[in-house]
């Protein structure tokens, strides 16, 4: 085999030979110039072939002593050819010969400082000298050297696209962010659609925190270049953003490039439930577990799935299949979650309660006592859902014999759920503890002044607020205050601290939550021009900001004017934030306006299933509302009785007699008509 291969590099040497030398270069003078160049081309040319036979037999040292020599001799006959110099000085470089390839490289510079080539061979010798940017071993003087040389050649050819990508590259390695973003800018000025360039532009972009416009710019990278780098790198940009749609529109364009790759499809599925696009999710879900049946996580995540479309047949099923092959904690704990959706929460403490019982120890490895911590953590959500608050006390405040450290924010819990349970007593007694316990803790000292406002003492709130330290300079204290002052109806300093706020804003969502408690501001005083001025100023700035949307759907739905307006923006922020039932009961409320009674209720009762809107009498009295004028007035009344409920076990900072008045008065118009149609 190797007898043949120099068989045939012996015929294309002949070949190149008889091809170097012009017809009659043999008969000229050895002396004559024209000699002297034709010699050294042949020399070049056999210097050039000995040194691809030393490429192709692994730099054997026959061939790469034989090579060198003839480059040699062939720079001795031609002085003036730097090209063969530069060959000599690559060809060192390719047999790892560098010591010897610099100093033929600078010899070559310092002849002609803008030798290009010269300069190439020095940035190749240094940039390969760099070590390993990856594991954070760097060899700054190389990196600084081969930077050096870089710059020297993109200044003497600004369309060397092959140079400037090094440059940005090295740029990037040196963290010199602005240096690679202008070095990618010039190749692409040199070529728009190099996806190279666009891929590294991209990744400056992501590093500074510019989410938008690395997207931007790698989705331009994706459609040159489609391939699976690109594609994944994108849809993990859009996963970042919590663009979610789009990052599940990205991984599928991934799954062809990586053969269906798993972990692709895994997250293809995980942006599409994360975009409640449930059916598509349930289907790429499905498609994982028939692929690998014995999966327990994937059936997890199937029962995950068909609770959040409320198909509790099937995910009881779901888990049945996995509690087959393991009922460990965890599997226990989701079907505690199921129980709760399906509004069984007693039953749910009662599974969470079984879980703690047999994973109790005398003892608690790091693992363990986080596992029960957050054991703990569901358990009093749980018995909070069930009406159990005093319970739901004692299981938080078994998480502080746990971690001590936790114990704080624990009291700041115990209070906000006492608040819950309507026990204000109890809350002013554990938060005046608490503050007395810890008083250095600002959680707790915020909780305490929070408390106060709830309280209906605002003044000795606002006190307590203004007292911590730096109060004036600190963000959330301030917005703390304007809350108290918007509770306590003293607007005009409500104005002023929002003002205050507003100077301590540097980003665009510091300003526009500013922006927002204006416009609520505003609404409380009913001066409802000026509150939709904020609420559109802020939707210009956030179009998807979904509680500014809410907010200028409903005050607009409220007052009975451009209803097709309000539901257009309320039905947008249910798009951005499904289930909401905030939201969902403004849908119900314009379209009740609209007349579109069937539909109202349907929204309005959905709004009451809401864990978070369930007890709101301002959803019972809309509901109320619509039945009333469906004719079901015994339901009307049903649903006003839980709104002056409502009412008046508001928190004293939450009662408003007006509106308590106002529903009495449409109860008792209603039992009324009841009592006449009897």
């Not at 024209?34 to 072939?49: K, P």
């Not at 226990?332 to 007693?346: G, T, V, Y």
């Not at 009740?592 to 009295?621: C, I, M, W, Y």
């Amino acid at each position: 085999m190797i007898g043949s291969a120099r068989r045939a590099f012996g015929s294309l040497i002949l070949a190149c030979l008889t091809a170097a030398v012009p017809a009659g270069a043999q008969t000229l003078p050895p002396q004559a110039e024209s000699a002297d160049h034709s010699s050294a081309y042949y020399t070049f040319a056999m210097a050039h072939l000995y040194s691809e036979l030393a490429q192709a037999y692994g730099n054997r040292g026959e061939y790469v002593n034989k090579a060198i020599d003839m480059y040699r001799q062939a720079m001795k006959l031609d002085p003036s050819s730097s090209y063969i110099g530069e060959e000599l000085a690559d060809f060192y470089v390719q047999t790892s010969q560098l010591e010897r390839a610099t100093q033929l490289a600078n010899e070559l510079i310092k002849s002609n400082p803008n030798n290009a080539s010269a300069h190439k061979v020095l940035a190749r010798i240094y940039a390969r000298q760099i070590g390993d940017p990856e594991q954070g071993k760097i060899d700054q003087a190389m990196l600084k050297s081969a930077l050096d040389e870089y710059q020297k050649i993109t200044a003497l050819d600004g369309k060397d696209v092959e140079s400037l990508s090094m440059l940005a590259r090295l740029y990037t390695v040196s963290r010199d962010l602005d240096g690679a973003e202008k070095t990618y800018k010039a190749i692409l000025a040199v070529d728009p659609n190099d996806d190279d360039a666009l891929t590294g532009l991209a990744s400056i972009y992501a590093d500074r925190g510019d989410i938008a416009a690395a997207i931007d710019t790698l989705k331009q990278a994706a459609e040159q270049n489609p391939d699976a780098t690109r594609v994944t790198a994108l849809a993990q940009l859009y996963e970042q953003d919590k663009q979610f749609s789009n990052a599940a529109d990205a991984w599928k364009a991934a799954l062809p490039l990586t053969n269906d790759n798993v972990t692709v499809r895994k997250h293809y599925a995980m942006m599409l439930e994360a975009s409640n696009r449930t059916d598509e999710a349930l289907k790429a879900v499905q498609d994982l577990a028939a692929d690998d049946p014995k999966n327990a996580d994937l059936q997890l995540e199937l029962a995950g799935i068909y609770q959040r479309k409320k198909d509790y047949p099937n995910a009881h099923a779901a888990l049945e299949k996995v509690k087959a092959v393991n009922n460990g904690p965890a599997v226990r704990m989701a079907e505690a979650d199921l129980l709760a959706a399906e509004n069984k929460p007693a039953d749910a403490v009662a599974i969470i309660q079984d879980v703690l019982s047999q994973t109790k120890k005398s003892n608690y490895n790091e693992q363990d006592r986080a596992d029960r911590i957050q054991y703990l953590t569901i358990l009093a959500q749980r018995q909070k859902e069930a009406g159990k608050h005093q319970d739901a006390v004692a299981s938080l405040r078994q998480i502080s014999e746990l971690n001590p450290a936790a114990a704080p924010k624990v009291e700041v819990e115990v209070v906000e759920t006492l608040v819950q349970g309507k026990d204000l007593k109890g809350a002013r007694q554990a938060s005046d503890a608490a503050l007395k316990k810890y008083p250095e803790d600002r959680s707790v000292a915020l909780e305490h002044a929070s408390l106060l406002s709830q309280l209906g003492e605002f003044d000795a709130s606002i006190k307590e607020f203004k007292a911590l330290s730096d109060s004036g300079k600190d963000r959330d204290v301030l917005l703390f205050i304007s809350q108290v002052y918007e509770k306590a109806r003293r607007f005009a300093e409500e104005s002023k601290t929002l003002d205050a706020i507003d100077s301590l804003s540097t980003t665009p969502p510091e300003k526009q939550l500013v922006t927002f408690h204006r416009g609520a501001m505003y609404e409380r005083q009913k001066n409802f021009e000026a509150a939709e001025q904020q609420f559109r100023k802020l939707i210009d700035q956030d179009p998807k900001n979904a509680q500014a949307l809410n907010y200028l759907g409903y005050m607009l739905a409220d007052r009975n004017i451009r209803l097709d307006e309000a539901q257009q923006m309320i039905t947008k922020a249910l798009d951005l934030d499904p289930g909401n039932g905030a939201f969902l009961d403004s849908l119900g409320w314009v379209h009740f306006r609209q007349n579109r009674l069937d539909q109202a209720a349907d929204e309005l009762r959905q709004s009451l299933d809401n864990k978070d809107t369930g007890d709101d009498p301002t959803v019972h009295d809309h509901l109320a509302e619509v039945y009333f004028k469906q004719g079901k007035v015994k339901e009307a009344v049903q649903q006003w009785e839980a709104a002056v409920e409502g009412f008046k076990a508001a928190l004293p900072s939450d009662q408003d007699p007006e509106e308590l008045a106002k529903v009495s008065k449409k109860l008792e118009n209603a039992k009324v008509k009841i009592s006449e149609k009897n």
